[in-house]
């Protein structure tokens, strides 16, 4: 079973983080994690360009480390099972700087005073490849490199159709359906991920006024009570299908032992939603 790690703490995740990628690549550059955290913490806290801190309260920093921590786990143990295609340092360190910048899409220029973040729901991941792509370029990364990571991105889109990414390779993909598994179920399996309901369910009532006819399913709750109860159905309806079949089961990498052990995220998204049918089931 994993170790607890505090996903409040960004110090916390990152050392987590840092002893994995040192277990599976000894002879790597032993300052890119802590170098990669650095850059994302700073945009988090508006010290890149005219961008403001994160002012999203569900989708902050903490929602990062969650699917952070989860992605490094999935990865350790697909490594772990000699899963094929092998992964490398350098698709490590890609794979980590997309779960890293893939929900700056949330952060507002300086001028942009309406509102928070979360008005940018619906086209937070097209921003947040756009944010990659202008961050990277400036610190050296190659064209191929900083498209693999946006390719990463664009596959934690509600409705991404992976067909229409273009990949490099089998590889990449898979990195890209790792990281949306992980963005999944890092967020699901938090201990206070029912309490953090009524909070998402405001960010999807500002997205909604923001895109009006736009906002597709997002305007399909009315209530924080509502988006709580559908929560299990979202769970089965959409996510179960979603991992399983377009993302090919990486969760089953965190299993332990893999594959058919117990799987930690299972078991605490599945006392979520418990809490919240017991919660239901009290209500007059």
């Known amino acids: 079973m994993f170790a607890h790690v505090d996903t409040r703490s960004p110090q916390a995740v990152e050392g987590q983080v840092r002893l994995t990628y040192r277990s599976l690549f000894p002879q790597s550059d032993h300052a890119f994690v802590s170098r990669a955290f650095d850059w994302v913490?700073?945009?988090?806290?508006?010290q890149f360009a005219d961008y403001q801190p994160i002012d999203?309260?569900?989708?902050?920093?903490?929602?990062t480390?969650?699917?952070?921590?989860?992605?490094?786990?999935?990865?350790?143990?697909?490594?772990?099972?000699?899963?094929?295609p092998e992964l490398t340092q350098r698709t490590f360190e890609l794979a980590l700087l997309a779960i890293l910048f893939h929900d700056t899409g949330y952060l507002k220029k300086r001028g942009d005073t309406g509102g928070t973040g979360a008005k940018y729901t619906l086209t937070h991941v097209t921003r947040s490849a756009d944010f990659a792509r202008e961050f990277l370029s400036g610190h050296g990364f190659s064209t191929a490199d900083i498209d693999a990571i946006c390719n990463m991105i664009r596959c934690t889109g509600v409705n991404a159709d992976l067909r229409a990414i273009p990949f490099h390779d089998e590889l990449e993909q898979t990195l890209g359906c790792a990281l949306a598994t992980a963005d999944l179920l890092g967020q699901m399996a938090a201990p206070d991920y029912v309490e953090k309901l009524p909070v998402l369910f405001q960010e999807f009532?500002?997205?909604?006024?923001?895109?009006?006819?736009n906002a597709g399913r997002l305007?399909?709750?009315?209530?924080?009570?509502?988006?709580?109860?559908?929560?299990?159905?979202f769970w089965e309806n959409y996510v179960l299908p979603k991992i399983n079949r377009d993302f090919g089961s990486l969760y089953l990498y965190l299993s332990v032992p893999h594959p058919y052990g117990p799987n930690p995220y299972l078991q605490s998204i599945q006392a979520n939603l418990d809490?919240?049918?017991?919660?239901e089931a009290r209500q007059p």
Do not use: W
Request: hydrophobic share 30%.
């Open 41 to 46: 913490q700073q945009c988090f806290a508006g």
């Open 205 to 213: 009532t500002e997205a909604v006024r923001h895109d009006g006819p």
């Open 56 to 63: 999203a309260r569900y989708h902050d920093f903490e929602h």
């Open 219 to 233: 305007a399909m709750y009315h209530s924080a009570d509502e988006l709580a109860r559908n929560t299990p159905s």
């Open 275 to 279: 809490r919240i049918k017991k919660m």
């Open 65 to 84: 480390l969650q699917g952070t921590l989860c992605l490094t786990r999935l990865l350790q143990g697909r490594h772990t099972a000699h899963a094929k």
